[in-house]
């Protein structure tokens, strides 16, 4: 394949610049800990700096959480996390639920309708400083612009970080079997995502949440089933990865399911 090809397969680049796994081992979830802290603690101050250096929070115990890292250095870049509902409890909500529970477009989408095992929620995305260093990102814990997908001399220009991110709890979510993800997202991110085949839409109205933020659901089966072209190959390595770390950690289901059944 030569490199004009090898640009335009954006699975092929993706593996030569970054590696996304689900963080199933203490390290790797240490890590994910790590990168929240430095975005959201000390770059973007929404929550106190914590002396072990590590952000945290009532959910986690109930997520499966997703690392992006540098391929070869192993740099972290970036994180966020799959919280997954409770179907012997239907009083433990979702962080959206509590968050949006006026705005909520019922009579379109009510998650408290829904099966409880088919429900989760994509959320604590972030990206450390130096990946975001474009005017209007620093004060955002990840960013999705209109020209990143714009071409420049023929070859795509590509928002890797957030889209691998959001690939990767969609890959988890089916290889948990839940259909139903919810995120509570900035208003154009539907849009954006919207031309890569990614199938997002908001069901409610608007909140203020550190910026404004729309609830919105993700159908995991329909996001694998709509993308582009384009945009295939880029998953198959993202599913590929998640599927071979928890054939490597199958204790890691283990640990969630006592809580998520």
């Keep these: 394949m030569d490199s004009t090809s090898s640009e335009r397969n954006l699975g092929i680049k993706f593996q030569e610049l970054f590696e996304l796994t689900p963080a199933l081992d203490a390290a790797s979830i240490e890590s994910v ?3 929240r802290h430095e975005v959201y603690c000390r770059d973007l101050g929404w929550e106190p ?7 945290t929070d009532e959910y986690d115990p109930n997520s499966i959480h997703c690392l992006l890292r540098s391929r070869g250095t192993a740099e972290p870049i970036g994180c966020t996390r799959l919280v997954l509902a409770r179907p012997g409890d239907r009083s433990y909500l979702l962080p959206f639920e509590h968050s949006c529970k006026d705005v909520i477009h019922r009579e379109e989408c009510d998650p408290s309708s829904l099966p409880r095992d ?4 994509v959320s604590r995305l972030a990206v450390m400083g130096r990946f ?5 990102e620093t004060s955002k814990p990840v960013s999705v612009a209109d020209e990143d997908f714009e071409s420049r001399a023929g070859l795509p220009r590509f928002p890797f970080i957030p889209v691998s991110l959001y690939l990767g709890a969609a890959a988890i979510a089916r290889r948990l079997n839940i259909e139903n993800v919810f995120v509570l997202t900035e208003p154009r991110l539907a849009s954006h995502f919207g031309r ?5 839409r908001p069901i409610g109205g608007a909140i203020e949440h550190r910026g404004t933020r729309v609830p919105s659901l993700l159908s995991s089966s329909r996001v694998v089933a709509g993308l582009r072209p384009l945009i295939q190959p880029l998953y198959a390595v993202i599913e590929k990865s998640v599927t071979d770390a928890f054939e490597r950690h199958p204790e890691a289901i283990q640990r969630v399911k006592p809580v998520h059944g």
């Design 132 to 136: 975001r260093q474009r005017k209007g």
């Design 118 to 121: 088919d429900v989760a929620e």
């Design 49 to 55: 700096v914590r002396a072990d250096g590590m952000e």
């Design 196 to 200: 890569i085949g990614f199938d997002i």
């Design 33 to 35: 800990y790590r990168i």
